[in-house]
């Protein structure tokens, strides 16, 4: 069946680090593929989402880009910051959109 | 737009009694939604998936009769963990599909529940 596999975590950078999260995914078709954030003791907010082959998601400075041949979706930033420090979900939607598979989530530590 | 009111935020009640999570599309109607029960520090795993008017779908390993899933309107749906015990203590997370093809999820803030 379909999955998501992400790095584990937690990840600790400095503010204004570079940051790299790792996803891959398996799936039959074409999912659509998609980072949630989830800061402390809240619920999940889509941060960008990609629909195809080399679409290029992007919202507040983080992007990743959905690329078939290695099927992954690799979420970067250039320079973190504090308020960045959260839990990080790659997840993928079949084509029906029907269902959502969550990675297992990489949480980000950023420190002062 | 798209935004998702759960409530309550948190709960606490003793062994055996029953508790209710209500989840709200607050601007938009929901032809889906899914719940969502999050252990700490591990992932979203997926209980069922309602749609309006229809029974929900358990995911299996999920007890039905446990936990009681209600989709009345396309604005609302309810869990209902009956006669609840402390290893139903969890985070609790509905989300909401708009149903537009876009396969996007808005979720509530979730709700955190300990029985004691």
């Known amino acids: 069946g379909d999955s998501v596999t992400q790095m584990e975590g937690p990840v600790t950078l400095s503010e204004e680090a570079f940051l790299t999260i790792n996803c891959t995914y398996t799936?039959?078709?074409?999912?659509?593929l998609f980072w949630y954030v989830q800061y402390p003791g809240e619920g999940l907010q889509l941060l960008l989402k990609?629909?195809?082959?080399?679409d290029k998601g992007s919202n507040k400075g983080f992007e990743a880009t959905y690329r078939k041949e290695t099927t992954s979706f690799h979420l970067e930033k250039g320079s973190v910051q504090v308020s960045d420090s959260a839990v990080y979900f790659c997840?993928?939607?079949?084509?029906?959109?029907?269902?959502?598979?969550f990675g297992a989530g990489t949480r980000l530590f950023v420190k002062a | 737009g798209a935004v998702v009111s759960q409530h309550p935020s948190w709960v606490i009640c003793k062994s055996g009694t029953s508790v209710k999570i209500e989840c709200r599309s607050l601007?938009?109607?929901?032809?889906?939604m899914f719940w969502y029960r999050q252990f700490p520090k591990q992932s979203l795993m997926l209980m069922a998936t309602?749609?309006?008017?229809?029974?929900?779908?358990?995911e299996q390993g999920v007890e039905k009769d446990k936990f009681l899933i209600n989709h009345a309107s396309l604005t609302l749906s309810t869990l209902t963990v009956t006669s609840a015990h402390p290893e139903d203590s969890s985070f609790y997370i509905c989300?909401?599909?708009?149903?537009?093809?876009?396969?996007?999820?808005?979720f509530g803030a979730g709700t955190r529940l300990s029985v004691l």
């Open positions: 989300s909401a599909s708009t149903g537009d093809g876009k396969n996007i999820q808005y």
């Open positions: 799936a039959t078709g074409y999912p659509s």
């Open positions: 990609a629909t195809k082959a080399d």
């Open positions: 997840a993928l939607s079949d084509q029906g959109g029907f269902k959502t598979i």
């Open positions: 601007d938009f109607q929901a032809t889906t």
């Open positions: 309602s749609n309006e008017g229809s029974k929900a779908t358990y």
